[in-house]
């Protein structure tokens, strides 16, 4: 990334207030999931005299029907948020970026082949996929985010593929091939480089929709495993007592929310600032 | 001047297929002959200046040497090798001692490089990995193609249009080229930087024995930097000559009407000479049989619109392909 970029995105977040919120929203939750082990209480801890407990200045979130912390819980279970969706995110980006380039670069028969692999992939509804490869893969953090990274990079392929048609005829990639450059090189390091605006916007979309993914995974008890929790399955937990404890549903359903508008606004402001000629909303 | 050419294109053919899309309703796959049959030679460090309205070949033709794309058919000898059959691994050393600079200064460099990144492009794909003496090579053409070494940090952005094309050439002459394709190089610039431009290409031209094939559709610069040049229209060359003879007995009539499109710079000289060209470019996708200038040449006759004309010399040096000139000869 050039300094002209750098200075187009920092000049967005001048004007757009709403994007240093979600930068603040998500500093605050990237570092409680790091510092998650400064908790109080140990999150899997069952202490079955303080559950259902409202939030107190003893714990800050309550307990749960175990009468485990409910702020650690949701430290912890922020840690698994993030990270599945980052990961989840970064093997969706990968494949996506390598199927977009090879695809847009070459053309003809290996794009036609491509495309309607990404089109059949895209038919199926995805989390109906989810939900059966979930039941053949061994339950864990990794599984999750296998699945959801190889059932999510269909549409940033289509992104990529997509300007790499259009980058490909520029005359500086031209350049590079008349002047022997391997087609990996050129890829490598004049079309990538050359759409990542584009890859960062899509990479932000997409770890919210990762999130997403994991909590509804989680929430209908697919995802993560007791006694470990993530936002989603804090959700699923809370489900029985909503009208006891709402709180049980509150805050973890509220980080999501929060995650999720932070990365779709840090996106928006991306998008923003790499393409001046978009509409400044 | 050398008498062995560095260059020989023969028979030099490139259709792309026009599929679907833009054919009209019948979708029916047509085949575009953008250069169709085009032979000419270089000799070592002269300058064979190619010209024509848009979307005659010209600019095809010089990506076909330079092989950007597959040729169809025909030769390109270089240095007395067969450019036009090899693959990508056998064309890699000719890749070096070939260059080209490109039209457009804004899209011809990558905007996330700096003007030393852009320089040594080449000196990389070449194998030349030594940090600190590519640097010196691109200080040294900086100078050379009159920047300063303080540009070397900078982005292309900051630099104008003139300036990027002077990067683009310093990029060119990097790996130390023998033939050097500029493909409307100046076409972008304003005119006082296009003399600039093309004096330095000169200039470059005589330090380093260069080979230009410069194309373009600005007649009058082609023929202050061109030894010899050729007219080109739809796909094929209709004429080629000394430049000198060229501008002052064009012989085809598709030569005449370009020259007398050149604006003269003085109001009260009105150019009446010839007739303007009727009608548009035919599509190259359409099959003309006989002369394809037929449709727009004032004098054309029956004869042209059934047989092609030869090519053939009527002066030293002289080609034309006109059944005008068979008859006088």
Redesign the interface.
């Given at each position: 990334m050039n300094s002209l970029r750098w200075r187009a995105m920092v000049g967005q977040f001048k004007h757009q207030k709403t994007g240093v919120a979600a930068l603040i929203v998500l500093a605050v939750f990237i570092l409680a999931a790091i510092f998650a082990f400064l908790a109080p209480y140990d999150p899997n801890r069952i202490v079955v005299m303080d559950r259902l407990q409202g939030p107190s200045s003893a714990h800050w979130f309550g307990t749960d029907d175990y009468g485990r912390d409910y702020f650690a819980r949701a430290l912890y279970g922020g840690r698994v948020s993030l990270s599945v969706g980052f990961l989840s995110m970064m093997i969706s980006v990968a494949l996506g970026t390598a199927v977009g380039t090879v695809s847009g670069y070459f053309g003809g028969k290996i794009d036609n082949i491509l495309m309607r692999l990404v089109d059949v992939l895209m038919s199926i509804p995805s989390f109906f996929l989810m939900l059966i490869l979930n039941a053949y893969l061994r339950p864990g953090i990794g599984t999750i985010v296998f699945i959801i990274g190889i059932l999510s990079w269909m549409s940033i392929s289509r992104i990529v593929r997509a300007e790499t048609l259009s980058v490909k005829q520029r005359e500086y990639v031209l350049y590079a091939k008349v002047s022997g450059q391997s087609t990996f090189g050129i890829i490598m390091k004049h079309i990538i480089p050359s759409i990542m605006p584009t890859i960062i916007v899509s990479a932000s979309m997409n770890i919210a929709s990762s999130i997403l993914m994991e909590s509804s995974l989680s929430f209908l008890g697919l995802g993560i495993k007791q006694p470990n929790s993530s936002w989603g399955s804090m959700l699923n937990d809370a489900q029985g007592f909503i009208s006891d404890a709402p709180y049980m549903a509150i805050f973890p359903g509220l980080f999501i929310l929060l995650t999720v508008l932070s990365f779709n606004f840090l996106g928006d402001i991306f998008r923003v600032a790499f393409e001046p000629k978009a509409s400044k909303r | 001047m050398d008498a062995q050419p560095l260059l020989k294109v023969q028979g030099l053919k490139k259709y792309f297929s026009a599929s679907g899309g833009g054919t009209g309703a019948h979708g029916k796959k047509g085949l575009l002959k953008a250069v169709d049959g085009v032979s000419f030679h270089i000799f070592k460090g002269e300058t064979f200046g190619l010209v024509g309205e848009s979307g005659c070949g010209k600019s095809t033709t010089g990506?076909s040497i330079?092989?950007?794309y597959d040729v169809t058919e025909g030769s390109i000898r270089f240095d007395g090798q067969d450019l036009a059959k090899m693959n990508?691994r056998e064309?890699?050393p000719y890749?070096?001692r070939?260059?080209?600079i490109?039209?457009?200064p804004y899209?011809?460099?990558?905007?996330?490089m700096?003007v030393t990144q852009l320089i040594s492009?080449?000196l990389g794909?070449?194998g030349f990995k030594n940090k600190k003496e590519n640097r010196e090579t691109v200080l040294e053409l900086l100078n050379k193609v009159g920047l300063k070494a303080e540009h070397a940090d900078r982005?292309p952005?900051e630099f104008s249009g003139g300036q990027r094309q002077r990067i683009?050439i310093a990029?060119a002459l990097s790996?130390k080229p023998e033939f050097i394709l500029c493909d409307e190089p100046i076409s972008a610039l304003d005119v006082s930087v296009q003399a600039q431009v093309v004096n330095m290409l000169e200039d470059l031209q005589a330090e380093y024995g260069l080979t230009y094939l410069f194309i373009a559709h600005d007649l009058s610069m082609v023929r202050h930097i061109s030894d010899r040049i050729g007219v080109m229209y739809l796909g094929k060359l209709v004429e080629m000559a000394p430049s000198d003879e060229l501008y002052e007995h064009p012989a085809h009539p598709y030569t005449q009407a370009l020259l007398a499109a050149i604006p003269v710079p003085n109001p009260k000289v009105r150019n009446v000479s010839v007739p303007a060209l009727q009608a548009d470019l035919p599509s190259p996708l359409s099959n003309l049989s006989g002369c394809k200038f037929a449709s727009r040449c004032p004098f054309a006759t029956e004869r042209c619109r059934q047989e092609e004309p030869e090519w053939t010399e009527i002066g030293p040096g002289h080609f034309v392909a006109c059944h005008l000139h068979d008859e006088k000869n």
């Amino acid at each position: 990334m050039n300094s002209l970029r750098w200075r187009a995105m920092v000049g967005q977040f001048k004007h757009q207030k709403t994007g240093v919120a979600a930068l603040i929203v998500l500093a605050v939750f990237i570092l409680a999931a790091i510092f998650a082990f400064l908790a109080p209480y140990d999150p899997n801890r069952i202490v079955v005299m303080d559950r259902l407990q409202g939030p107190s200045s003893a714990h800050w979130f309550g307990t749960d029907d175990y009468g485990r912390d409910y702020f650690a819980r949701a430290l912890y279970g922020g840690r698994v948020s993030l990270s599945v969706g980052f990961l989840s995110m970064m093997i969706s980006v990968a494949l996506g970026t390598a199927v977009g380039t090879v695809s847009g670069y070459f053309g003809g028969k290996i794009d036609n082949i491509l495309m309607r692999l990404v089109d059949v992939l895209m038919s199926i509804p995805s989390f109906f996929l989810m939900l059966i490869l979930n039941a053949y893969l061994r339950p864990g953090i990794g599984t999750i985010v296998f699945i959801i990274g190889i059932l999510s990079w269909m549409s940033i392929s289509r992104i990529v593929r997509a300007e790499t048609l259009s980058v490909k005829q520029r005359e500086y990639v031209l350049y590079a091939k008349v002047s022997g450059q391997s087609t990996f090189g050129i890829i490598m390091k004049h079309i990538i480089p050359s759409i990542m605006p584009t890859i960062i916007v899509s990479a932000s979309m997409n770890i919210a929709s990762s999130i997403l993914m994991e909590s509804s995974l989680s929430f209908l008890g697919l995802g993560i495993k007791q006694p470990n929790s993530s936002w989603g399955s804090m959700l699923n937990d809370a489900q029985g007592f909503i009208s006891d404890a709402p709180y049980m549903a509150i805050f973890p359903g509220l980080f999501i929310l929060l995650t999720v508008l932070s990365f779709n606004f840090l996106g928006d402001i991306f998008r923003v600032a790499f393409e001046p000629k978009a509409s400044k909303r | 001047m050398d008498a062995q050419p560095l260059l020989k294109v023969q028979g030099l053919k490139k259709y792309f297929s026009a599929s679907g899309g833009g054919t009209g309703a019948h979708g029916k796959k047509g085949l575009l002959k953008a250069v169709d049959g085009v032979s000419f030679h270089i000799f070592k460090g002269e300058t064979f200046g190619l010209v024509g309205e848009s979307g005659c070949g010209k600019s095809t033709t010089g990506r076909s040497i330079v092989r950007l794309y597959d040729v169809t058919e025909g030769s390109i000898r270089f240095d007395g090798q067969d450019l036009a059959k090899m693959n990508e691994r056998e064309l890699k050393p000719y890749r070096k001692r070939m260059q080209t600079i490109f039209q457009d200064p804004y899209s011809s460099l990558n905007p996330g490089m700096n003007v030393t990144q852009l320089i040594s492009e080449p000196l990389g794909i070449h194998g030349f990995k030594n940090k600190k003496e590519n640097r010196e090579t691109v200080l040294e053409l900086l100078n050379k193609v009159g920047l300063k070494a303080e540009h070397a940090d900078r982005y292309p952005h900051e630099f104008s249009g003139g300036q990027r094309q002077r990067i683009s050439i310093a990029r060119a002459l990097s790996v130390k080229p023998e033939f050097i394709l500029c493909d409307e190089p100046i076409s972008a610039l304003d005119v006082s930087v296009q003399a600039q431009v093309v004096n330095m290409l000169e200039d470059l031209q005589a330090e380093y024995g260069l080979t230009y094939l410069f194309i373009a559709h600005d007649l009058s610069m082609v023929r202050h930097i061109s030894d010899r040049i050729g007219v080109m229209y739809l796909g094929k060359l209709v004429e080629m000559a000394p430049s000198d003879e060229l501008y002052e007995h064009p012989a085809h009539p598709y030569t005449q009407a370009l020259l007398a499109a050149i604006p003269v710079p003085n109001p009260k000289v009105r150019n009446v000479s010839v007739p303007a060209l009727q009608a548009d470019l035919p599509s190259p996708l359409s099959n003309l049989s006989g002369c394809k200038f037929a449709s727009r040449c004032p004098f054309a006759t029956e004869r042209c619109r059934q047989e092609e004309p030869e090519w053939t010399e009527i002066g030293p040096g002289h080609f034309v392909a006109c059944h005008l000139h068979d008859e006088k000869n």
